[in-house]
């Protein structure tokens, strides 16, 4: 059974950096699209990034866009996060996650495989 999870959240302040992971057991991700989603107290779970299979291929919300770079290592079974230049309003829990259907897409109900998430706070 697959199962993924976060790790490298963290506190920071406004204008810093941080990298965060997702790492897979069970299976591999390298045939996998997967997707990075933020849900922020209150609000509804948004679609933040998603690399396809071979990390050729990426998209971004108009939030993190310029901010924020997805990438994947296939021989560690991991794909990253890395975001900076952040701001209070990315303070959220960081998911990610697999996606079910084809092509590339940030809507959270394409995607499944769940990981636990991992809470990044900002500080102004």
């Known amino acids: 059974q697959l199962q993924l999870v976060e790790s490298g959240g963290g506190l920071v302040h406004t204008g810093g950096s941080l990298t965060l992971s997702c790492s897979a057991s069970?299976?591999?991700?390298?045939?996998?699209?997967i997707g990075w989603f933020r849900q922020a107290p209150g609000k509804e779970r948004e679609g933040v990034s998603s690399i396809n299979n071979s990390g050729s291929r990426t998209m971004y919300s108009h939030s993190v866009r310029g901010r924020f770079t997805v990438s994947r290592d296939i021989a560690k079974n991991t794909v990253y996060l890395q975001m900076n230049s952040l701001k209070p309003e990315d303070t959220a829990v960081y998911y990610c996650?697999?996606?079910?259907?084809?092509?590339?897409?940030?809507?959270?109900?394409?995607?499944?495989?769940w990981g636990q998430g991992t809470q990044v706070t900002v500080s102004s």
């Open positions: 069970g299976s591999t991700l390298d045939n996998r699209v």
């Open positions: 996650a697999v996606f079910l259907g084809s092509g590339l897409s940030l809507g959270p109900a394409d995607y499944g495989y």
